[in-house]
């Protein structure tokens, strides 16, 4: 059966995952050679490529084996690379990165196709196209110093995007975004080679990059590890980013044109969000375990800070990067719970955020084209006058909100029930979360689609055919993901169980937070105990 | 059948995705006729597995159906599935039972509105959900309904969205009930904690046969609790409910008053176990909330002006009962309240709209009166309505509430007492609607007191005027006056000289002038004279009827200033008669007459059709619980599968529960008496009952909103102001430091290979030896 070869990864011989990687590349080669008369090629050489890419990221979602070894990384890639010093060209995929690379693989295209440049066509495409291919290059790599290059590759096109095609304020959004990050990562590259010489002393085996190889020996002594964790960390952090590091953030968003905005928040934070998960909790799981009241403390600041200032933004924009600030929140709290319900809500919660936000960027950038102003204040009434993008709108918001039946809900619930049953009192706290956004979107919602239209915004255009079949993959999964979330957490959840019992196996002393399950409850004194002190 | 439950659910979410799709080219009515047929549909499938259960044994009436998995992760996994037992297909009932009803009545209400398909589409979303709430088999679905329902109360209330005020109603509605839906989240997290289900079925077997700890029990059941409070809009979360009224009127009946605000009591009569197991002082406190939110709200809704905000709080008001009854362990009596409430207020609100609808859009009860003959369907509805929610036996809220104060006296007087209060202030307020609506004078042609003081300006400055022409207008005739008497002088002296002309000698050397013309000359210089002094005494007499007429305008003004000085205050309210306003009857404005003109008008037959057949139901509806003997409490034992023996046994003597009824009854009978004899009789000054503080709803709202306009803002803006001065100052500030110590550095920079060679040299050398220090070489 052909079907079945086709399912089967094993015998599958096609290098997917470094044509994922490398298929950008080259269609941005090729759109640097390609003859200056014809610049309509520019655009159509790169949907092509993206929706290439596309294409093969969903035929790795297809292909995924969901029973046997749907724990481990799959189409797995090796080659050596710089062989005197460990480095290799090693790939693979999990239920961890499954999603993200599919997440990239969609959103690429439809950056792409929702907004032209306003010159230089040909470096837009060009950069743009780097850029999908550092993206996946991170998501991919099993390679420490391939992740690293990859990771650091990212900020070059995005920096061009933001200072070339942004709006006013862009050269000063640009290098801060660009001096931020880089400031962050660079430690992380301490910490890299730190880790890879203390590995391989520590093992007597030759000097190594490989992801699997270190993280599965835990050879460095705890103290040590909780050093290179926090260098680890330090860069993830500025990437997501977590408060108090976050304000490179509403710079970059609002000053990126529409399609830097969208990558940026649809797949780049992630990058952070999801070095936590496989260099952070999976390298360092002790580390991770140590400081993750730190960091549950910084997630549940983040979601309430991030929503309190997005509330007062006066600039549509500004408010969305601010609303990503407390969604973050949210992510880094589910992560830190160290429990599957956390774990995969986060990562649930990395993929709605990617649709929602995304979706809502688009949305400020349509109306940015048609009222060249993204001042709250200077907007108004708009449902009159374009009530097709206000249902959009509508529903876009309501996933952000966190409406139980869209995607929104579910991520955010799992990271606050997984919150609530390790460490309950962050969880409550940061369940207020859900008050606020609720707060600061209503009220933009209200202050931008509501009231009388006056002026230019009585005239305002409705949404034209294209920019509905731009939102239109976006609305369908964020009904999708919302209302049949299943297909996507079960294949999630081998690489994430295996993620926790990796964490349980090598951190002394810790076990999951469980739930009480079953029904004799009166028979566990201990249990009696702890839940007295909490409750009373 | 019981198998087909989904199929419940099933017609509303078909309607909704129809119209969503073809709603706008179906357009009015069909849209509205599809949306109600979904409705309609459901209820028939309700009926169904009704019929079904009550033919299986007492025991076997709960079944849950499962479609398929929805959240499984980890240890949690979450079905989409439907629990049939009676408290859910009761509620399932009527929500699509008087769901249908007002769907029917909304074909005709939103006649003429733009956006009339919108409309159904978002009922039939709200139906749908609200049926999810209840028949969710699991904390999450029902939540996935609660906020469901929020989200298309949101989108009804500020259905008319280009006004500010609606919009800003909505957004209130959704943000407060967040603020209880916060608990309700906790308590789900709880709730799979401790069970590690949140399967109702298993949770509440597990609670029932004694196994959850007191202080989790109080837990979950505190957390659910602020939930309800959000939904059901009790104190201190009922402000949005108020303000929801901007909502199209058959919303307001459908959501606010008859099935979302219930989603609350249905909540905690679902998990009456865990309740049972919490610690004593939550029924009490429950208890204490709704009688003290019942009182609260009747206080207000005594003083209230707008037809909608009067049932607004009634409706707050009698959800507090539906608490005290939950609170006391009454979960039937709460059920059955629910139910009355649902058939009397839906038909109050739904007569409500019919009026406003006969009235031109206007809301407010001074400008009806005397409605009974112009709207006779819907006064005579509305008048079933309100002896059901006043307790006039035997129509159906008479029953349900008198069951409630029963239990409130089985567990203290004390609650009795406020409730009762509570039951007179009802009986009263609701008096004085109806007399407001339709008794009494027709009061819509009258002109409003704003009007009538716009009158009078415009009658003072007229007057103010007319002195001035007066004034005017004498010293015109006194220069003409003037220049008459000029002329008459030139007449004078020209007649001299013609005279003189006349009787001179001729001089030498002339010819003598002809005698004739001489005299001819003569003559026409005395006609000039004559006529220039009659125009002298022409221009005198002009001059003093100018005077008079001044006179007479400085005295008109003054009686004007008088009488409007004098002029009695228009009243608000006028009971007796309409207000005087013969001295400024030409300066009204065009609108009195306008409004004189209008003739109110009673509803379609697509409107007043379901007034009928509510307010049959809501006179009868008390036959489904009767108190007089076991097997008229048909309700109790239907419910019974669904309480696990949680409901309250009553130790009160029958001579007590005769008494208690016949007390409540004269309580009843003494509110309608006093309004009638305030508002009908006018024996009463009603303004006694209408104090400021009462009709400003006791200033919470206010207070409320100028804390968050104020401190609140303020409070938010210094985070955002931190933000941008403190945590993005800091990175900046580190940038412009790096800037300035590059400057330094820059001498470093010569160029030079070895410089940089050494550099790395060193920096590598200090990087090993930390390495092989740490590492322990």
Known sequence: ?536 | MLDLVWLIPAFPLAGFLFLMIFGRRLGEPKAGWVATAAIAASFAATLGVFLELTSLSVHDRRSVTTLFAWVPAGDFSVDVGFLVDPLSITMCLFITGVGALIHLYSIGYMHGDRDYNKFFTYLNLFVFSMLMLVLGNNMLLTFLGWEGVGACSYLLISFWFDDEANASAGKKAFVTNRIGDWGFMVAIFATFFTFGTINYAEVLDATASGQLLQSTATLIAVMLFIGAIGKSAQFPLYLWLPDAMAGPTPVSALIHAATMVTSGIYLLTRINPIIADAADWLPTLIAWVGVGTALFAATIAVAQTDIKKVLAYSTVSQLGYMFLAVGTGAYVAAVFHMITHAFFKALLFLGSGSVIHGMDGDQDMRHYGGLRRLLPITSATFIVGWLAIAGVPPFSGFWSKDEILLFAWNESPALWAVGFVTAILTAFYMTRQVILTFFGRYRFGDARPEEIAAAWEACLAAATEAVDTAGADIDKTRTTVEAATTAAETARMALAEAQAAATAEPLEGQEPADPEVLAAAVLAAEDAVVSADQKVVEAERALAAAEVTYAEAVEAHETHVRSAADRPAVPELALAAAPDTTEVADHLPAEVAQRNEYHAHESPWTMTLPLVVLAVAAATAGVMQLPFSPSLKRLEHWLEPSLFGNEVHLSVATSTMWILALVAIAGGIAGITVAIAAYQKRKVDYTMFERSILAEAWQVDRRVSDFMGGPGTAGFEATAGFDQRVVDGAVNGTGRLVQRLAQEVRRFQNGLVRTYAAGIGVGAVLLLLWFFMRSGI
Not at chain 1, 399 to 426: D, K, M, Q
């Open chain 1, 1 to 536: 059966m052909s079907f079945s070869l086709l399912a089967s990864a094993s015998t599958v011989t096609f290098p997917v995952l470094p044509a994922l990687l490398l298929v950008p590349f080259a269609g941005a080669l090729l759109v640097m050679v390609l003859p200056r008369q014809r610049p309509e090629l520019f655009k159509l050489v790169a949907v092509l490529t993206s929706v290439t890419v596309m294409g093969m990221s969903f035929w790795v979602l297809y292909a995924f084996d969901t029973q046997h070894g749907a724990d481990g990384f799959q189409f797995l890639s090796n080659q050596t690379w710089i062989a005197d010093l460990g480095i290799s060209w090693s790939f693979g995929i999990d239920g961890i990165s499954l999603f993200l690379v599919v997440l990239t693989g969609v959103l690429f295209p439809i950056a792409l196709l929702a907004t032209d440049p306003a010159h230089d066509n040909r470096a837009w495409y060009g950069w743009l196209l780097v850029l999908e291919g550092g993206v996946m290059g991170v998501f991919l790599s099993l390679d420490l110093v391939m992740f690293f290059i990859c990771f650091e590759v990212v900020l070059v096109p995005m920096y061009f995007l933001i200072g070339r095609w942004g709006h006013g304020n862009r050269t000063y959004a640009a290098t801060k975004f660009f001096l931020y990050t880089m400031a962050g990562s660079a430690l992380m590259l301490v910490g890299i080679v730190a880790l890879a010489f203390l590995h391989a002393d520590a093992t007597g085996g030759p000097l190594t990059f490989n992801l699997i190889e270190i993280a599965e020996a835990q050879s460095l002594a705890t103290g040590t590890a909780r050093w290179i964790f926090l260098a680890f960390a330090l860069a993830f952090a500025v990437k997501v980013p977590i408060f108090p590091l976050h304000t490179w953030l509403p710079d970059a968003h609002t000053e990126a044109p529409t399609a830097g905005s969208v990558i940026l928040a649809g797949v780049m934070l992630k990058l952070g969000t999801y070095g936590f998960l496989r260099f952070g909790l999976y390298l360092f799981p002790e580390a991770s375990h140590y400081f993750a009241p730190v960091f549950l403390t910084l997630g549940v600041v983040g979601i309430i800070y991030g929503a309190v200032v997005a509330a007062m933004q006066g600039d549509l924009k500004r408010l969305v990067a601010y609303s990503s600030v407390a969604h973050l929140g949210f992510i880094i709290l589910g992560t830190f719970a160290l429990n599957t319900e956390g774990i995969e809500g986060s990562l649930l919660q990395m993929v709605n955020h990617g649709v929602s936000t995304s979706a809502l960027f688009l949305l400020v950038g349509m109306i940015y084209e048609r009222r060249h102003t993204r001042q709250i204040s200077e907007l108004g009434g708009l449902q009159r006058s374009a009530p097709i993008m206000a249902a959009v709108f509508t529903v876009v918001m309501l996933s952000s909100i966190g409406l139980p039946g869209l995607n929104g809900f579910v991520g955010e619930f799992l990271i606050l029930l997984g919150t609530f049953t390790a460490h309950r009192w962050w969880a409550m706290v940061a369940t207020a979360g859900v008050v606020l956004s609720a707060l600061y979107l209503l009220w933009a919602y209200q202050r931008v689609f509501h009231g009388p239209a006056e002026g230019d915004n009585a005239e305002m255009s409705d949404l034209t055919l294209r920019e509905g079949l731009v939102l239109a993959p976006l609305l369908v999964l964020i009904i999708f993901m919302g209302v049949y979330p299943r297909p996507v957490i079960e294949r999630m959840e081998p690489a994430v169980d295996a993620l926790i019992e990796h964490i349980e196996f090598h951190v002394e002393g810790f076990h999951e937070p469980v739930t009480r399950g079953g029904v004799d409850l009166g028979d566990a004194p201990e249990v009696e105990h702890t839940d007295e002190g909490e409750h009373e």
